[in-house]
């Protein structure tokens, strides 16, 4: 299984929910929005989405 990660800010990360992903062995891609990361094409292509907040 594969999540995908729009963290944006750099201070607030995925925490626990990186945490329980990767004790279920799924594997994360983070994509860092608050250094302009562009969001990949693919991204439906994953299992899921897990959208951080930000200030």
Do not use: C, S, T
Not at 7 to 34: C, M, S, T
């Amino acid at each position: 299984m594969q999540a995908l990660i729009f963290q944006n800010a750099e201070v607030e990360g995925p925490g626990i929910f990186a945490d329980v992903l990767r004790e279920k062995g799924w594997v994360q891609d983070i994509i860092h929005l608050y250094n302009g990361e562009p969001i990949p094409p693919d991204w439906q292509n994953y299992d899921l989405l897990v959208v951080m907040g930000g200030a």
